[in-house]
């Protein structure tokens, strides 16, 4: 078991060391009287955290003895948000790189209709066939330039939210 955090952790003021070291500091004093006073409150102030003095000698020669499980459980926490939030970006990465990189991007921040034409076509086998013949004649569309009706821009959209792409700005 290591020793609790609030006896060896720096204090929230300007004091430069925790209240374990403050006490036993004072144990260099030239005047027996307070050695023995400060021995006698090392062994309240061990004794207020439920700890003994085999416990501080086991923390010092063995470097600490390890993480308390409080520190452990915040380290994991923050190694978790760490993790999701890469992810997070991970995917906003992939799915710019899959949808567009935003070159050719309107001025509204949407994707160009070729590109999603072209990225419908590239994923059209998670569709049912029905639809691939329409998607085979906006990808060659969008090679040649010649821009589908609002209708067909709406059956275009609506395929490509089906395959999970998004539109970004």
């Known amino acids: 078991m290591p020793l609790p955090l609030e006896l060896i952790g720096r204090r929230d003021n300007d004091r430069r060391r925790s209240r374990l070291g403050d006490v036993i500091c004072r144990l260099a004093s030239t005047s027996d009287g307070e050695i023995i006073a400060t021995v006698l409150a090392l062994q309240r102030l061990l004794e207020a955290h439920g700890v003994d003095i085999h416990l501080l000698v086991d923390h010092l020669e063995n470097g600490g003895g390890g993480l308390s499980d409080a520190i452990k459980e915040k380290v994991c926490a923050e190694i978790e948000q760490a993790f999701n939030e890469g992810y997070a970006e991970g995917v906003k990465a992939a799915e710019a790189k899959q949808h567009g990189t935003g070159v050719f991007r309107n001025t509204d921040g ?55 792409g998004t539109i970004m700005s």
Do not use: C, N
């Not at 209709?113 to 072209?118: C, F, N, Q």
């Not at 998670?126 to 010649?146: K, Q």
């Open 110 to 164: 949407t994707l160009e209709w070729s590109e999603v034409a072209l990225f419908v076509q590239r994923e059209k086998h998670r569709l049912p066939a029905r639809h691939h013949e329409f998607i085979d004649d906006m990808a060659s569309r969008a090679v040649y330039g010649r821009e589908p009706t609002p209708k067909q821009h709406q059956y275009l959209h609506s395929l490509f939210y089906k395959l999970g």
